[in-house]
């Protein structure tokens, strides 16, 4: 499986950005998606996560302002960001995780919110 995010840039606060995340090759019939985000010093943190039979999870710090969704007929994930605040600032990386085997990510996009 790979993954492959798009979407990232420069946003003002408040605004909105909505990165996508395509998958392909092998992808397990069962798995979960999520997004995760990295800002400079700190350790990766979970965003959002999304099933295949559309269970959403977010984390506290996004939630009302954050969307994940999953289009499964084009085997690609979303995450619609409004409200954008200059903490969101972070490297976004995509992941699977099948029911079975190992965890694919991939290789991040960068969010940068402007004060």
């Known amino acids: 499986v790979q993954l492959v995010e798009s979407g990232g840039g420069l946003v003002q606060a408040g605004g909105s950005l909505r990165l996508s995340c395509v998958a392909s090759?092998?992808?397990?019939?069962?798995?979960?998606m999520g997004w995760y985000r990295q800002a400079p010093g700190k350790q990766r943190e979970l965003v959002a996560t999304?099933?295949?039979?559309?269970?959403?999870n977010y984390a506290d710090s996004v939630k009302g302002r954050f969307t994940v969704s999953r289009d499964s007929a084009k085997s690609t994930m979303y995450l619609q960001m409004n409200s954008l605040k200059s903490e969101d600032t972070a490297v976004y990386y995509c992941?699977?995780?099948?029911?079975?085997?190992?965890?694919?990510w991939g290789q991040g996009t960068q969010v940068t919110v402007s004060a």
């Open positions: 090759g092998s992808i397990p019939s069962v798995n979960t």
């Open positions: 999304i099933t295949t039979v559309g269970s959403t």
């Open positions: 992941n699977l995780r099948p029911q079975w085997g190992a965890v694919r």
